[in-house]
């Protein structure tokens, strides 16, 4: 741009003078027919001149390009294509999961795949990080972080030792959980799972060490233009909307979390209530259906509200 504050100032540019200097940009190239997809489309004629501009522009670049290298001898004709072997396609079966439906509203996806020598569990909730309170944005968040924390069965350190010790790798934020492991985990991971969806601790006493981290990452973000700029985006395109909340809250809401809210939140949040749990990998040696049943269908929660 040759403006060396272009980072600091582009977001300072008013709203109406936005949608002058876009609109001409918008008008010429966003247009149906230009899109960069594999497809065939046919050409309106409120479109036609488009196209004849463009293909001007390319006739006129393949000039210029191959007008500065002559060529000099006769192009050499292929030797190699003759000898490609052309081998008839295989059919392919897409992979099909097996399902099942438990009593307390979880959906299980699970697919055999002996190739991989480890497991890999997803599981979904209905409630995302939009389901935050409007005044309690990155309450979510903040539960998710303290589930980490311990559970009854693995309380404090022990959780994330027992996890690192196994080998396994575990994640949970506004909306998913991801658990990975060895094929010989899967009973111990299901175990941990249960405890960090039933157990949590939600310690008082480590409460503020979560909300320092919290705060220090909520400050990242709003440091990182890449990242807020969307957030802005949000903002403005889903003024008044669940979608426009920021999963890392703010900072005033951070500083008032309570035990007390995390738990409340965590009850209605966190059930198997239209929750999908998706399993792959080599399950060969595993009963799926009663392993799921032993440590998931003992889970329980309400059915969760629409957001809005």
């Given at each position: 741009t040759g403006d060396p504050e272009y980072l600091f100032n582009y977001m300072n540019t008013s709203l109406d003078d936005l949608k002058t200097e876009l609109k001409p940009i918008l008008d010429?190239?966003?247009v149906p027919s230009l899109m960069n997809k594999g497809i065939v489309l046919p050409v309106g004629a409120s479109e036609e001149r488009?196209?004849?501009?463009?293909?001007?522009?390319?006739?006129?670049?393949?000039?210029?390009?191959?007008?500065?290298?002559?060529?000099?001898e006769e192009v050499k004709g292929g030797e190699q294509v003759k000898n490609v072997n052309v081998k008839k396609s295989k059919p392919f079966d897409f992979p099909k999961?097996?399902?099942?439906?438990?009593?307390?509203?979880?959906?299980?996806?699970?697919?055999?795949?002996?190739?991989?020598?480890?497991?890999?569990?997803?599981?979904d909730f209905k409630a995302k990080y939009y389901y935050d309170p409007i005044q309690q944005q990155g309450l979510y968040n903040f539960m998710t972080e303290m589930t980490t924390e311990g559970t009854k069965k693995y309380p404090g350190r022990m959780l994330a030792e027992?996890?690192?010790?196994?080998?396994m790798g575990f994640e949970i934020f506004p909306g998913e959980v991801s658990l990975g492991m060895l094929e010989n985990d899967l009973e111990k991971g299901?175990?941990?799972?249960?405890?960090?969806?039933?157990?949590?601790?939600?310690n008082k006493k480590v409460l503020k060490k979560v909300e320092v981290k919290l705060l220090t990452a909520l400050k990242n973000f709003w440091d990182e233009p890449?990242?807020?700029?969307?957030?802005?985006?949000?903002?403005?395109?889903?003024?008044?909307?669940?979608?426009?909340?920021n999963a890392l809250g703010k900072k005033e809401a951070i500083k008032k979390v309570s035990v007390g809210a995390l738990q409340d939140f965590h009850k209605k949040t966190i059930t198997p209530q239209d929750s999908i749990l998706s399993i792959v990998g080599d399950l060969r040696n595993y009963d799926?259906?009663?392993?799921?049943?032993?440590?998931?269908?003992?889970?329980?929660?309400?059915?969760?509200?629409?957001?809005y």
């Open positions: 010429e190239y966003f488009h196209w004849k501009k463009n293909q001007e522009v390319s006739d006129e670049e393949d000039r210029r390009v191959l007008g500065a290298r002559p060529r000099a999961a097996s399902r099942i439906e438990l009593k307390n509203g979880l959906t299980v996806l699970f697919y055999d795949n002996p190739n991989l020598p480890s497991i890999h569990l997803s599981l027992t996890i690192e010790a196994s080998g299901l175990d941990i799972l249960h405890d960090v969806l039933v157990n949590p601790e939600f890449t990242q807020f700029s969307t957030q802005l985006i949000k903002e403005y395109i889903y003024k008044g909307h669940p979608y426009s909340k799926i259906e009663n392993l799921i049943e032993k440590y998931l269908g003992p889970w329980s929660g309400p059915i969760v509200s629409e957001p």
